[in-house]
């Protein structure tokens, strides 16, 4: 098994910039992937290989890693970046292929 | 346009059993990984089953080995998942999703098909 730790909430004021934290385990030896979800819809893809964005993401989007923490950067956050974001791992060496966060409610004040 | 159209969720009794199906459309179903992730009420993303591209290789996560088989028709452009033995703690939305081809990451995702486990 493989845990990935996401504080539960956090909160800032619109133009401000939010940093979302994924813990895990060596993680600086796996490929983190970043999930955006609103309320009643499915998860899109907003960062994936730590820092690279699909098309159609804002720039304001982006991701790092150091040592064993990944981070999420939302800068210039815009109330509809309200939503709970969600880090994401593969495990090659496992039967048990992809592992989540827990997730991080972004409140925008 | 890549479309994931799920369906077949619905509410049954512990024990009872279930069949999911995914659509897709817009790209090569056959050349791509698929998956499916379950998300219980209020709580986080749970991976529960992949499939390899020619159908050959499937994984499972533990807390539903045995009990739940994941299969593809290349033919139809689907994806299914066959849930058998099902408890309370099944009861999630249920969505297909695509692995990328350029990393293991979910690059498009249904929109979900709600299973309630209920007596």
């Known amino acids: 098994s493989y845990v990935l730790t996401q504080s539960p909430s956090m909160s800032v004021a619109p133009g401000q910039t939010a940093r979302i934290t994924c813990g895990g385990d060596?993680?600086?030896?796996?490929?983190v992937h970043w999930y955006q979800q609103k309320p009643g819809q499915a998860p899109v893809l907003v960062v994936f290989?730590?820092?690279d964005r699909p098309s159609g993401i804002p720039e304001r989007f982006s991701g790092s890693k150091s040592g064993n923490t990944a981070t999420l950067t939302i800068s210039r956050v815009e109330a509809g970046d309200e939503a709970d974001y969600c880090c994401?791992?593969?495990?090659?060496?496992?039967?048990?292929?992809?592992?989540f966060g827990g997730g991080t409610k972004l409140t925008v004040l | 346009e890549v479309q994931l159209v799920g369906s077949g969720g619905d509410s049954v009794r512990p024990g009872g059993s279930l069949r999911l199906s995914c659509v897709a459309s817009?790209?090569?179903?056959?050349?791509?990984?698929m998956n499916w992730v379950r998300q219980a009420p209020g709580k986080g993303l749970e991976w529960v089953a992949y499939?390899?591209?020619?159908?050959?290789?499937?994984l499972y996560a533990d807390s539903v080995k045995g009990r739940f088989t994941i299969s593809r028709d290349n033919a139809k452009n689907s994806l299914y998942l066959q849930m058998s033995r099902l408890g309370a703690e099944d009861t999630a939305v249920y969505y297909c999703?695509?692995?990328?081809?350029?990393?293991?990451?979910?690059?498009?995702w249904g929109q979900g098909t709600l299973v309630t486990v209920s007596s």
């Open positions: 999703a695509r692995f990328s081809r350029l990393g293991n990451y979910f690059d498009y």
């Open positions: 817009g790209f090569t179903f056959s050349s791509y990984e």
């Open positions: 499939i390899r591209s020619s159908g050959t290789k499937t």
């Open positions: 060596n993680i600086g030896s796996k490929n």
């Open positions: 290989n730590e820092s």
């Open positions: 994401q791992v593969w495990v090659s060496d496992s039967d048990h292929l992809v592992f």
